[in-house]
Nanobody, 120 residues
Framework: QVQLVESGGGLVQPGGSLELSCIAS????????MGWYRQAPGKERELVAR???????EYGDSVKGRFKISRDNALNPVYLQMNSLKAEDSAVYYC??????????????WGKGTLVTVSS
């Protein structure tokens, strides 16, 4: 059973910074990509940032230039540095892993989420 554990959420003032981290444990044959998504109350879950095994990154339009995703060589753990935070960044942030359990079986795993609140 693969598990993702997120940490680093909390309360921060507008303009402040936070760093989230996500560590995967369990039997993983190969990681294809790891990323962060967020969901605010009453809204759909949206992509924040994602990094693939080749190092390619993708960001949601609303966080470009403010957030940065990084990872160790093995794509685990993965970090999300969030700068210039705004009230609209408040949400539950979820870590996601896409990969393979073995040569054949793919997996799409989600963490339980960590709450980020941006408020004065």
């Amino acid at each position: 059973q693969v598990q993702l554990v997120e940490s680093g959420g909390g309360l921060v003032q507008p303009g402040g910074s936070l760093e989230l981290s996500c560590i995967a444990s369990g039997s993983i044959f190969r990681i294809v990509a790891m990323g962060w998504y967020r969901q605010a109350p009453g809204k759909e879950r949206e992509l924040v940032a994602r990094v693939n095994a080749g190092g390619g990154t993708e960001y949601g339009d609303s966080v470009k230039g403010r957030f940065k995703i990084s990872r160790d060589n093995a794509l685990n753990p993965v970090y999300l540095q969030m700068n210039s935070l705004k009230a609209e960044d408040s949400a539950v942030y979820y870590c996601n892993l896409m990969g393979y359990r073995d040569y054949v079986n793919s997996m799409d795993v989600w963490g339980k989420g960590t709450l980020v609140t941006v408020s004065s």
